[in-house]
């Protein structure tokens, strides 16, 4: 499996971003798609997640309300659109896939590479 995560950049605090994350080479029906952050310094942490083949999504109470999951299924496609983006946003963003805890980046088997969100003050 194969994950490609994509969108990240700078912008201003109240801005919105889109992030992108592709995946390729088997089916995700039976699986999270999550995405996760860490920004330097502190640890890896749960963001959302979206349940392919189910339509269920949790968020992190820290995003809930400005931050979308959705996918796109004809694509292989998750996005998280970002809204109302606070400097405390800013980190490297992950999407990933897995079949255990939806937030829990320990239950994840497939990881992107990561892209950076830089929100400034």
């Known amino acids: 499996v194969q994950l490609q995560a994509s969108g990240g950049g700078l912008v201003q605090a109240g801005d919105s971003l889109r992030l992108s994350c592709a995946a390729s080479?088997?089916?995700?029906?039976?699986?999270?798609l999550g995405w996760f952050r860490q920004a330097t310094g502190k640890e890896r942490e749960f963001v959302a997640a979206?349940?392919?083949?189910?339509?269920?999504?949790k968020y992190a109470d820290s995003v809930k309300g400005r931050f979308i999951i959705s996918r796109e299924n004809a694509k292989n496609t998750s996005y998280l659109q970002m809204n109302s983006l606070k400097p405390e946003d800013t980190a490297i963003y992950y999407c990933?896939?897995?079949?255990?805890?939806?937030?829990?980046?320990?239950?994840?088997?497939?990881w992107g590479q990561g892209t950076l969100v830089t929100v400034s003050s």
């Open positions: 080479g088997r089916s995700f029906s039976r699986l999270w």
């Open positions: 990933a896939g897995g079949q255990g805890l939806y937030s829990s980046w320990s239950d994840y088997n497939y």
């Open positions: 979206t349940y392919w083949s189910g339509g269920i999504t």
